[in-house]
């Protein structure tokens, strides 16, 4: 996959491999990491919010940054908007 909106899902996975505690299955992400761990905004985001629901996810997580112009409350599923790694860990951690 070249697809960068995939690093939220990959860092997701290692540091639910570091804590040694399984993400929910109901869950998906979409988002680009930053080298300084800010999660960057992605291309289409509506139409992959909306594919996530249609899968049969709850919630998804994606940039803060996607949020401009986006109304979250039009869709069946959560939207939870991060911006940086350390704010992802505790959102799903904390």
């Not at 869709?75 to 350390?86: H, L, S, T």
């Amino acid at each position: 996959m070249s697809d960068p909106a995939i690093d939220l899902s990959v860092v997701s996975a290692l540091i639910s491999s570091l804590e040694d505690v399984s993400l929910p299955n109901n869950i998906c992400f979409s988002g680009e990491i930053g080298l300084s761990g800010e999660i960057r905004s992605v291309q289409r985001v509506e139409q992959r919010i909306q594919e996530a629901n249609r899968l049969g996810f709850q919630q998804i997580f994606i940039s803060k940054f996607n949020l401009k112009g986006l109304n979250v409350d039009k869709f069946d599923i959560e939207v939870v908007p991060v911006a940086k790694v350390d704010e992802l860990y505790q959102q799903l951690f904390g």
